[in-house]
Structure formats: C-alpha cells, structure tokens
C-alpha cells in the first residue's frame, strides 16, 4: 500500500477528503436519529456526537464518505476525530472508545472498497486521532501554573486504545490531526509506537498540527519549524496544517513547513474563516482559485479540506491540481538537474 501511493505522489498531487462535521451538520439529524436504538434510554443529550453516528447511523456516514470518494479522494479518514475517552467523556460515553474506533474504520473501509471498484483506482483509509480536548502542556488555571488537566501517561492509554480500534478496523494509515499541543501529539506517537512492537507493524503515519491565529503557532506556543523538529523523529508519511486558518492564510505557513520538512507535506485548510453566524461562505471555485496557486507554485504534496468544505469544494480542487507536479517531485527534479 504504501509503495503504490509513494508512486502516486512521485506523479501528481494526491487528495485527501473534505469536512466531516460540516456535511453531518447538513443531515438535521434529530436527538432521537443520534441515539438510535441502542441509546434511546441513555440518561445525556447525544446530540452532537457525531462519532456516534458510526453506530447509530452507519449508512449515512458512509454516504458522506462516498460523496468524497467520488468527489476525487484518493484518501478518506475515518469518522472518528471525537473517539477518544476524554472526548467521550463529554457524554458519558467512554467505554464504547475503542467500538466507535473499529466501525468508524469500517465505515470508511467499505466506501473505499465500493469506489476503488466503481473507478479501478486505488483508495485508503486514514483513521483519524483527534487532539482530545484537553491539553498536556498548558495549566487550566491561571493561578496554578503547574496544574494540569491530563498527563502525559494517560494520554498515552487513551490514544493507544484509539489507535488499536483504527487498526482493528483496517485503516491504511493513521492520521494524528488538529494538533495544538505537540505534547499530545508526541503521546499519541508513543502509543503508536508501543502498539508497533506488540503488533509487528504500525501504519504509515501522518501528522497535522493546527496553527491558531496570526501568530503562526500552535497553543503551546511553537512555530510551524519547531513543531516540525519536535515530531521529526516519528519519521512521518506526511506532515502538515489543518483547520483554524482558510487557504488564503494558511499559506505562509506551508511554505514555511515545506522548507524544513523532508517528507510529503499536507494540508487540509477551512473554507475560509467562519462569518459571524459560525458559517464559512468561501465558495467552491474562489478556494479552488486559491489551492490552484499553491499547486502552481509546488507547494504541497497532499490536499483536502477542513471546517466548512463539501464534496464540491474537493471537486473543484481536484479539478486545479490535475497536472500540477507535487512538491517533493520538484524537489527531487530540481536536485538531479543541480548533479
């Protein structure tokens, strides 16, 4: 698997699927859709939980993933950004973790499988591990800087448990996504690790931090050429940026991570910034004009799309990178044109 999309990359300029929660939110699915049977009874709201869906409604997430499949993905991550205790933990729902991860996985794996056939063209899963929502590197009070809400070794127990239901699922490469605290991210990479060695394999991994504002740093407070050296060592598939930014301020940071990086480099931006009602009005064809000129310029490997994108904004950037050689190809031309 990994040799054949390492060949695809060496051609053109692979395409990871667009926004999840955006698409789920368009469902209006009820509280009672959210529950299903199963959890008709159970004492917290669920609505929200989107990665419940994956057992309460299965074949509507694999009709989201089939619309980016078709859209032009060659990559569909898993619907599983919220599977982890801690996220669960939200709804009182932490013992289903790892089940959430194992059908999530499937979900996916399934729509991969029914449009790997339908074109005869090759797609992979990423199942996805989200940042959680608390940090190992940052106080909650700002009286106390000591404290923390989690640490380190539960980190590692609550991603290790993720990871092991993403690949219990069959997921081809595991995705540690919307990183704000590298501390984090460094747990979920010794969990992986850990589970390497019990199974003899760990799936090739990718690695995308989340730049929060203008600033250019994640939460913790490193630029995009420090985060890069903190996770160098994980010997990534890819690493790259997602979500909080739109393309058009996104890519100094790209580019930024492109010159220090010797892997394929990622991104997965929003449709532009939300306006004041939360919505993102960037319309399919201006944020494809925008990725046309990072593909132009050789700036990225790998793109799909965050917060606020549809199937029809990753046709629409599909349709622009078509041609474009990827970042490392250049690369790779430029250095043998130099010998």
Sequence with gaps: MTEALYKALSERIVQLDGGMGTQIQTLGLSEDQFRGERFKD??????????????????RIEQLHLQYLRAGADLVESN????????????NL????????????RIARRAAEKVAEETGQPRYVV?????????????????????RAIRFPELVEIYR???????????????????FDTLNCKAAIYALDELAEERGERPPLMISATITDASGRTLSGQTVEAFWYS???????????????GAEDLRQYVVELGEVADCPVSAHPNAGLPNELGEYDQSPEQMAGLIAEWADKGLIDIIGG???????HMAA????????????????QTAREAS
Excluded: W
């Design 231 to 245: 996770v160098q060592h994980a010997r990534p598939f890819s690493v790259g940026l997602n979500c909080a930014l």
């Design 94 to 105: 932490e013992e289903i973790t790892k089940e959430l991860n194992v059908e999530g996985a």
């Design 317 to 332: 950037i599909r349709k622009v990178c078509e041609g474009k050689a990827p970042r490392l190809a250049r690369l790779e």
């Design 127 to 147: 199942g996805v591990l989200g940042p959680t929502t608390k940090t190992a590197s940052i106080s909650p009070d700002v009286n106390d800087p000591g404290k």
């Design 161 to 179: 448990e993720a990871a092991e239901g993403l690949m219990d699922g069959g997921v081809d490469l595991v995705m540690i996504e919307t990183i």
């Design 42 to 59: 159970h004492e917290d709201e669920l609505q929200g939980n989107n990665d419940l869906l994956n057992l309460t409604q299965p074949d």
């Design 80 to 91: 599983t950004f919220n599977s982890n205790r801690v996220s669960q933990a939200d709804y």
């Design 306 to 312: 965050c917060c606020g994108t549809t199937p029809e």
